[in-house]
């Protein structure tokens, strides 16, 4: 685990003790828990085939700058760690939102698809408030 995004959980008053990087193959196993939605998160899984995984969940590429390839001091890479959470929260947040029960398999995977290149919702205010027409969609 980076100790820089254990330190931000333990500021935020989150639970990190019992926390531990996994592999994939963890979740690969006849008798995993079922998977119904499978989010790849780092900027480097985009261009790699991605495992197949038992139940063929639901699966969507929400790319992020990797906070641990952050070259610089301690400040840049709590920074880091800062806008990756950030950015997660605001896409879990997107995600929790949709009317699962009501969108069909294509209009979900377009929506989850859609959310992965969402930008920064702090980001889409300012570029909102710029446009002529003042609107701007994630």
Do not use: Y
């Not at 119904?36 to 899984?45: G, R």
């Not at 495992?51 to 969507?60: D, N, R």
């Not at 699962?100 to 408030?129: C, F, M, T, W, Y």
Request: proline share 7%; charged share 20%; aromatic share 8%.
């Amino acid at each position: 685990m980076n100790p820089f995004a254990l330190e931000w959980l333990q500021r935020q008053g989150l639970p990190s003790g019992s926390l531990r990087s996994k592999s994939w193959g963890e979740f690969a196993q006849s008798d995993s828990p079922r998977l119904d939605f499978v989010f790849t998160v780092c900027d480097n899984a985009a261009g790699e085939i991605c495992p197949v995984w038992p139940g063929q969940p639901i699966t969507a590429h929400w790319g992020i700058e990797d906070p641990a390839a952050v070259d610089g001091d301690d400040a840049a890479r709590r920074h880091a760690i800062s806008k990756a959470f950030h950015q997660l929260n605001c896409r879990i947040g997107l995600f929790t939102a949709l009317p699962l029960a009501k969108l069909g398999a294509v209009a979900l995977q377009r929506e989850l698809d859609g959310i992965g290149h969402s930008q920064d919702p702090d980001n889409q205010a300012e570029k909102a408030a710029a446009s002529p027409t003042g609107t701007q969609t994630l």
